[in-house]
């Protein structure tokens, strides 16, 4: 919505103008005149440096009594350009300078930062990445020692595990229950003995005997051994 410059006509008195002595602007604008009295003509004149810039659609305007006229100024440049709108009334007996400011920063507020509000910010960030990094490497210890807690847990597992394994191998290849290992021999050693006897007759026999010798030593050095 483009800016509006208020001019007054006939408040005061009879003929009176009513207007700022200053007007900025970036861009095209509005006239808008308002008529507190009598209806009259009201001219509008650009002069100076403003007329090449600027333009209007008519120069004259009837306002009757309490009507408001609105004149739009088209702006064609932003500027920085410098010049005057002038409003006559009473066949030019009553006139009214503006001086108008054609700025292209017009209307734009410039806001300032307080320099301690920045310091205040950039520690605040500070904090916040030296807590974030904290954060990080206590979660990465805990993390190390659950890690290490576990591995010396697994390899005690893994160690009673092995025992209990060997433990198993050693009562398997001792025996069955009810069955030690010096009945066991005994036994073996009574077959050699019947082996031997057999060796000394003929035919099937000696085979024999020689087969119960010679299994009769392989179990007696398994047993001996395991």
Do not use: C
């Amino acid at each position: 919505m483009p800016e509006t410059l208020a001019v007054h006509l006939n408040r005061d008195r009879l003929h009176a103008i009513e207007a700022p002595d200053s007007f900025e602007t970036a861009d095209s604008f509005v006239v808008e005149i308002e008529n507190h009295g009598e209806a009259a003509h009201a001219h509008l004149r650009l002069g100076n440096g403003f007329a090449e810039i600027a333009s209007l659609p008519s120069g004259n305007h009837y306002i009757r009594t309490g009507a408001t006229a609105r004149v739009p100024v088209s702006v064609h440049d932003t500027g920085p350009v410098r010049g005057t709108l002038t409003v006559a009334t009473a066949y030019g007996s009553e006139t009214h300078d503006i001086a108008v400011a054609v700025e292209p920063t017009a209307g734009k507020q410039t806001v300032e930062i307080d320099e301690s509000l920045i310091q205040g910010s950039n520690r605040g960030s500070t904090t916040t990445r030296s807590s974030s990094t904290t954060s990080t490497t206590s979660t990465g210890s805990s993390s190390g020692r659950s890690g290490s807690r576990g591995s010396s847990s697994s390899r005690r597992s893994s160690s009673r595990q092995s025992s209990s394994r060997r433990s198993s191998s050693r009562s398997s290849v001792g025996g069955s229950p009810g069955l030690d290992t010096p009945a066991l021999l005994g036994g073996t050693s009574l077959v050699i003995l019947i082996g031997i006897g057999l060796l000394f007759l003929e035919g099937i026999a000696m085979f024999v005997g020689a087969l119960a010798v010679l299994g009769g030593l392989v179990v007696a050095g398994y047993l001996l051994l395991y």
